[in-house]
């Protein structure tokens, strides 16, 4: 768990994802039309990093998209935030992009 919070916390954007995941590579997709360019780290191999996300709170725990260090939520989360219009803010105060 230690290692996910380190690493949720040392960049502005982080996404948690798998490589088999078409909603992992839409968020991701999503964040680079936004302009961010976020961490990005597959668990595809590391059921540890995956249970420490579930731990943590993320349900479902792929993809966990987190914000300034904070965790923001899966693929529906992130959507909503995005349609009403305080992701592009939440990426702006975190400075994940410079408007």
């Known amino acids: 768990m230690d290692r ?3 690493l949720a916390s040392n ?3 982080v996404i948690f994802t798998k490589s088999s995941c078409c909603m992992c590579h839409s968020i991701k997709a999503l964040f ?3 302009g961010a360019s976020p961490a990005i780290h597959e668990v595809d191999h590391d059921a540890d990093m995956e249970w ?4 943590l709170g993320c349900n479902p725990a792929i993809p966990a998209v987190f914000i ?3 965790y923001v939520g899966s693929a ?3 959507i909503s935030l995005h349609v009403d219009g305080s992701l592009k803010q939440m ?3 975190a400075r ?3 408007f």
Request: proline share 0%; hydrophobic share 50%; no cysteine.
């Open 32 to 34: 680079y039309e936004l």
């Open 76 to 78: 529906r989360d992130v």
């Open 96 to 98: 994940a992009i410079w």
């Open 11 to 13: 960049k502005a954007a």
């Open 52 to 55: 420490a996300l579930k731990r």
């Open 91 to 93: 990426l702006i105060e």
């Open 4 to 6: 996910v919070t380190y």
């Open 68 to 70: 300034g260090g904070k």
